[in-house]
C-alpha cells in the first residue's frame, strides 16, 4: 500500500525514491511488525484472559508443565496480524508471489483457529479430527501449488544444495509434492510448539535465512554469481519473511519463558505453511529440511514413536515430541529451548553456507 501510494511521487520528491528498494521495505515492514506486536499484544492478551482462553495440560506430560494450566492461548491471532498488515503495506501488490505467500498463511490460520477454537472454547479437547484437518491442510496446499506451478509457470525441478547442474524434473508430480512440502512444514512446526518459545524461536531464524536466499534468487546478477536459480519477483518475498521472523520476535517477548501467552494451533500452523510455499517458489525445498532441522527432527520423533509402539509395544523415546524427552531426563524448560535455538542457529549458517558451496 505504502510502496504504491508514496513511490510513484519519487518524481516529485526524490527521498521517496528509497521505496522502490525492496531491502529498504523489508526493514521497514519487519519494524512495523515488531512494533505492532509489542502494541497491541498486552491488549490481545488481556482479551484472551478475558474471554478464559486457557491452554489445557496434558496429564501424562512433565509435572513442571502442570502450572501453565490456563495460561491464555490462541496467540498466534497477534503473529498473523504481524505478518498481514506490514506484508500489506509495504509490499508490492501487484506481486503474485505475495498473494500466494498470504493467502495460504491466512487459510492454514483459519485451520488453526478452527482447531483451537473446538479444544479451547468448546472444550473438546481432540479440536478438529486429524483426518478432517489433513484435508483442510492438504486442500489448501493444492490452492497454492496449482498457484505458484500455473499461474507463475514456475519450472517443476527440484534443485540440489551443493550441485549447481543438479537438478530432477518433478513433471507432474511437482504439485503433489508441493502439497507434502507445505502440510508436512506446516505440522513440523505444530509439534514442535510445546515449549515456552520453542517453535518462535527456530520460525524466525528460518524465515531470516529464506529472506536471504528469496532476495539472491529474485536479484538476476546475484543469482547469476552464486549460481542459484533466478525466480522473477521471489525478491519481494523478503518483505512477508521480514514480517514473518519479525511477529516470531515480537510475539517471543509474551511467548518466552515463563510464557504470559501460548501461539496455538492458529500460529503454529501458518508459520510452518509459510516457510513451506516460501521454500517451493524460490526452489530450495531441500534446504528448508535442513534449515529446518529442529521440526525435521521433531516430526521424526512422533514418527519413530508411533511405529515402535505399534509394532513393538515399546517406545523409542520417553515421550514424544523429542522435547518432552530430554525434559523427562531432567533438563530445565529453558536449557531444552535455548539448545534448540542454538541447533537452530547453526543449522541457518550451514544453509547460507551452501550458496558458495555449488
Known amino acids: 500500500m505504502l510502496y504504491h501510494l508514496l513511490y510513484p511521487l519519487h518524481t516529485h520528491y526524490s527521498f521517496l525514491n528509497v521505496f522502490k528498494y525492496i531491502s529498504f521495505r523489508t526493514f521497514g515492514a519487519s519494524i512495523t511488525s515488531v512494533l505492532l506486536c509489542m502494541l497491541v499484544g498486552?491488549?490481545?492478551?488481556?482479551?484472551?484472559?478475558?474471554?478464559?482462553?486457557?491452554?489445557?495440560?496434558?496429564?501424562?506430560?512433565?509435572k513442571s508443565h502442570l502450572i501453565k494450566k490456563g495460561t491464555p492461548t490462541m496467540g498466534g491471532g497477534l503473529i498473523l496480524l504481524a505478518i498481514v498488515i506490514p506484508t500489506l503495506f509495504w509490499a508490492d501488490l501487484t506481486n503474485k508471489n505475495i498473494w500466494i505467500a498470504l493467502v495460504t498463511t491466512g487459510i492454514f490460520g483459519l485451520i488453526g483457529y478452527l482447531d483451537d477454537y473446538k479444544k479451547v472454547i468448546l472444550k473438546n479437547s481432540k479440536g478438529i479430527s486429524g483426518k478432517t484437518k489433513l484435508v483442510l491442510q492438504g486442500l489448501t496446499a493444492l490452492g497454492a501449488a496449482y498457484a505458484i506451478y500455473v499461474l507463475r509457470d514456475t519450472p517443476a525441478v527440484l534443485k540440489f544444495p551443493f550441485f549447481k547442474g543438479w537438478a530432477l524434473d518433478l513433471g507432474w508430480m511437482f504439485i503433489p509434492f508441493t502439497v507434502f512440502v507445505i502440510v508436512g512444514a506446516s505440522n513440523a512446526v505444530n509439534l514442535t510448539d510445546g515449549l515456552d518459545g520453542l517453535a518462535a524461536g527456530p520460525v524466525m531464524t528460518c524465515a531470516t535465512t529464506f529472506l536471504i536466499l528469496a532476495y539472491c534468487a529474485g536479484h538476476v546478477k546475484i543469482a547469476e554469481y552464486l549460481q542459484i536459480p533466478y525466480i522473477p519477483g521471489s525478491g519481494e518475498l523478503s518483505i512477508f519473511l521480514g514480517t514473518v521472523a519479525a511477529s516470531c520476535l515480537g510475539f517471543l517477548w509474551f511467548n518466552t519463558y515463563p510464557a504470559q501467552v501460548f501461539m496455538g494451533d492458529v500460529g503454529s500452523l501458518p508459520l510452518g505453511a509459510a516457510l513451506g510455499v516460501v521454500s517451493v517458489i524460490t526452489k530450495n525445498e531441500i534446504l528448508l529440511a535442513l534449515c529446518g532441522g529442529i521440526f525435521v527432527l521433531e516430526a521424526l520423533s512422533v514418527m519413530a514413536q508411533v511405529v515402535s509402539f505399534k509394532l513393538t509395544g515399546k517406545r523409542v523415546f520417553r515421550m514424544a515430541p523429542i522435547h518432552h524427552h530430554f525434559e523427562l531426563k531432567g533438563w530445565s524448560e529453558p536449557k531444552v529451548i535455548v539448545r534448540f535455538w542454538i541447533l537452530s542457529i547453526l543449522l541457518a549458517l550451514f544453509t547460507l553456507s551452501t550458496l558458495k558451496l555449488r
Open 42 to 62: 498486552p491488549s490481545f492478551i488481556r482479551l484472551l484472559q478475558k474471554k478464559q482462553i486457557g491452554q489445557s495440560i496434558r496429564d501424562d506430560g512433565p
